[in-house]
């Protein structure tokens, strides 16, 4: 397959951004739509897309089906798949999952940092793991095909959506937790349960992720890969870069504080650098993935791991992970087929 | 292709109906979502909806192609189309034409009686035919495939929208004005004009459009239809039966008064009969088109034109009208295939 897919972005979006992608021949995208926007904010985000996909046909479009990667790859684009980073597009209502499935959100963290009415984020004291609505809204996404996401989740959470999920979960971005003790980096619990699960975990580039911030080398990067790949099999592995590209920093402020204080929350960031910090200088925007590759390379994974690991790990879990459960309708549709 | 399609019914929806649905054996049916509602109350709708079709997947299923009534037809149950009488779901935002067109409304009328930020009602005296807004949302539901319904629009907003609309436009439930004398039915001049331009009119068996009222015979109707299909040709024809079946007369408040006045307004009925008239005794309920079918022969119709006019004109309306304009990209993917 080879394909080239990012696990993660949310950048500034513009016609030069589409470029990029088109340049560094990214297939395909999960692009976070929202943060603590609620359901009609959700929509005029999606609205957004509509019209830069009406714009630039020629440079992306919107995926839906894991066969989108292909077409992308076929007609020389990007699909660009949906998601949320915090369940406040659902806001307390279950049915809006098949809702925003059908306008084509294919993943949802089920919390962004703080505590939400479906789990715990990794920034709570107190983890409740799901709430009686997570479970029942994690049963919801797993029968319409939309992928459960942990990656700001708290530890107890993230396991008890592993073992409450039918299907398997993602970690679309974070890096392991004993090699950058970041509060939103992954405990090896949580990395060998994805392994384990037919989950998958993206490795995050995003500066405060990294081992040495900003300045964190490409070796260092590649070579603690290479650790987890040894600890638990490439098999689940995947790249989600958490590039946030030309955003301002207002952004980065809502991202944090949304709504829920009146006070600004430093989050990963701190008073004296409370902005977006800079992405390291082997990996500006997605014209460098070719880096990734080499630096890949360079500690030792053959070609098919690094095509495993730059698109195919991810290609495989959306072609599982996006459709809607069989149901008695759709083996009536197969029957007449 | 002997079809049986339903241009338009709202009833109070139950497992019972969906039941008579079968019993009739309707492939298709468009449905009414909304009348004054607003987005977000649409999408409520719509997830009311998702509930009946996860309950009763052996009986019903969401229609979003024309190739779905095949699929209806090939396993044995109804699909059903959404629709909504008001242009009020889309609110003041043309992007959520986008929206609800991927949610799978495919019909949307311009106004519902009175003037809307579209277009003039049947009820008001001055018609300003399609406004600034109204061209712009015409030309954005051309391009989806969402059809522009004006069965509720006053004459000069019809044959404005005929004449604006790049794709054949349809009234989906009215009678001929010159048969029955309702603010409703249509002049000549638009079931003229919807038969030169590929488009569709559904005749309605809802008693205030029906000579004689709830006392209407089905002779007079198919005699009515006759005339008609004389005049212009059966090409274009189709039921819109406007069943509104077991609602109570709340809904037909609601239809008549919504938001939009603190008295009540009457619409069709009146004061001594304000509530829904009862259907005419050879139509109650979906399990009657055989009566229709009848009447049809007994004043001349012949099997193909029968064919036609119960349902097969309605799928290929659907079929030239619920995709998407061929874009760049929708060429490109052609290309790739």
Chains 1, 2 share one sequence.
Request: glycine share 8%; hydrophobic share 40%.
């Amino acid at each position: 397959m080879n394909f080239l897919i990012d696990g993660l972005q949310y950048s500034n979006w513009s016609e030069t951004i589409f470029r990029q992608l088109r340049a560094g021949g990214v297939d395909a995208v999960h692009v976070t739509l929202v943060y603590h926007e609620n359901f009609r904010e959700t929509v005029a985000r999606i609205e957004q897309w509509n019209r830069w996909f009406e714009r630039w046909p020629d440079l992306i479009f919107q995926g839906f089906t894991a066969e989108d990667v292909q077409l992308a790859r076929a007609t020389g684009r990007t699909a660009i798949f949906f998601g949320a980073q915090n369940p406040s597009c659902i806001e307390d209502d279950i049915g809006l999952v098949e809702v925003l499935h059908r306008l084509g959100l294919r993943f949802m963290q089920l919390t962004y940092n703080n505590q939400s009415l479906l789990a715990t984020g990794c920034y709570e004291t107190e983890d409740t793991g799901l709430t009686r609505m997570g479970r029942e809204v994690v049963a919801e996404m797993n029968r319409v095909g939309m992928v459960v996401d942990m990656s700001h989740s708290g530890e107890k959470s993230t396991l008890a959506a592993l073992e409450h999920s039918a299907r398997p979960i993602a970690v679309t971005h974070a890096n392991p937790h004993d090699w950058h003790a970041a509060r939103r980096n992954k405990s090896d619990a949580v990395i060998a349960a994805l392994a384990q699960t037919g989950g998958m975990f993206g490795f995050s580039l995003y500066p405060h992720h990294l081992h040495k911030g900003s300045a964190c080398e490409l070796d260092d990067f590649c070579t603690m890969i290479a650790r987890i790949a040894e600890r638990h099999g490439t098999h689940f592995l995947g790249i989600g870069t958490d590039l946030c590209q030309d955003q301002p920093d207002s952004v980065v402020e809502w991202m944090r504080s949304g709504r829920w204080t009146k006070s600004v929350d430093f989050g990963e960031g701190s008073k004296d650098a409370p902005g977006f910090p800079p992405m390291p200088n082997w990996f500006r925007d997605n014209r460098d993935f070719g880096n990734l590759r080499a630096g890949l390379a360079k500690v030792g994974f053959g070609p098919d791991e690094i095509a495993a690991l730059m698109g195919d790990n991810w290609a495989r879990f959306f072609a599982s992970s996006f459709g809607m459960l069989p149901s008695n309708s759709q083996a009536m549709e197969r029957a007449a087929q």
